[in-house]
């Protein structure tokens, strides 16, 4: 059994930095392409960002790009997402994800945690 648990956020002022870890059980991370996505109140989910197991290629959702950093750690089986300079419309529960297929077509999903950025 899969299973992707994401922790790591909480309630932060404008500017401040949070990292968030995505553990992972039943799979080795290493071996996946991962990705991290949000969902803001009332708006659909997005892509934040991804890191690509064949090549190590990172995407970035141009709102995030300079800001945002995908990482991971094998020995931990764990992916990170750091956070920089936060803004209020970074808010959001934001979930991990990972897969072995392209075009960033994901298989295996996480719970999500809150990231809530204040003014």
């Known amino acids: 059994q899969v299973l992707l648990v994401a922790s790591g956020g909480g309630l932060v002022q404008a500017g401040d930095s949070l990292r968030l870890s995505c553990a992972a059980s039943?799979?080795?991370?290493?071996?996946?392409?991962v990705g991290w996505f949000r969902r803001a109140p009332g708006k659909e989910r997005e892509f934040v960002g991804g890191l690509r197991q064949s090549d190590g290629y990172t995407y970035y959702l141009d709102s995030v790009k300079g800001r945002f950093t995908i990482g991971r750690d094998n020995a931990k089986n764990t992916v990170y997402l750091q956070m920089n300079s936060l803004k209020p419309e970074d808010t959001g529960e934001y979930s991990c994800?990972?897969?072995?297929?392209?075009?960033?077509?994901?298989?295996?999903w996480g719970q999500g945690t809150q990231v809530t950025v204040s003014t």
């Open positions: 039943g799979i080795t991370f290493s071996r996946y392409t």
């Open positions: 994800a990972a897969t072995t297929k392209r075009l960033w077509s994901f298989d295996y």
